[in-house]
């Protein structure tokens, strides 16, 4: 194995993307990579491939937003390996208001084996609200903000 050090990765999320259905979990699409080591993306499926066993720390951190008036609405975001969610990783924000904007974060502590795949998945309760990661340029002389930013690293 690496040394842990020397395996991870960063990527984001340059787009926006809303949550088409009630209470069905769907992949956030991360499409660009910060930087990495020794963990593939697949920008098409927005699915992490780490190369390596080892002990990881994982962290998601979503821009969540909705777009329409109405109801409340929950985000929800959590880890899946290997299309199995991962215990305890959901995180939830309620959405009471339309013009909320906010970070949330789901992380956890991991051993993955060489070949495992990584997702993010969001859900609501109230899809017709507008409900998702939001990538938000807030000036041209400003960097994006992603809709989602995503680690992983090694550690052990």
């Not at 974060?105 to 859900?123: E, K, P, R, T, W």
Request: with cysteine; charged share 20%.
């Amino acid at each position: 194995m690496k040394n842990g050090k020397d395996i991870w990765m960063q990527a984001s999320g340059s787009v926006t993307q809303r949550i088409k259905q009630d209470d069905v979990g769907q992949v956030i699409h991360i499409d660009k990579i910060d930087g990495s080591n020794g963990v593939l993306l697949d920008p098409k499926t927005g699915s992490f491939t780490v190369e390596s066993d080892g002990d990881y720390l994982v962290v998601a951190a979503p821009q969540v937003g909705r777009e329409n008036p109405g109801d409340n609405a929950n985000f929800r975001c959590w880890l899946r390996v290997n299309g199995e969610n991962v215990p305890d990783s959901n995180v939830l924000l309620n959405l009471f208001h339309v013009d909320l904007k906010d970070v949330i974060v789901s992380q956890g502590l991991v051993h993955l084996n060489a070949g495992d795949v990584i997702q993010v998945l969001m859900a609501t309760n109230n899809a017709a609200a507008g409900v998702g990661v939001e990538a938000i340029q807030p000036t041209p002389d400003e960097p994006l903000v992603p809709s989602i930013i995503f680690s992983i690293e090694a550690y052990g």
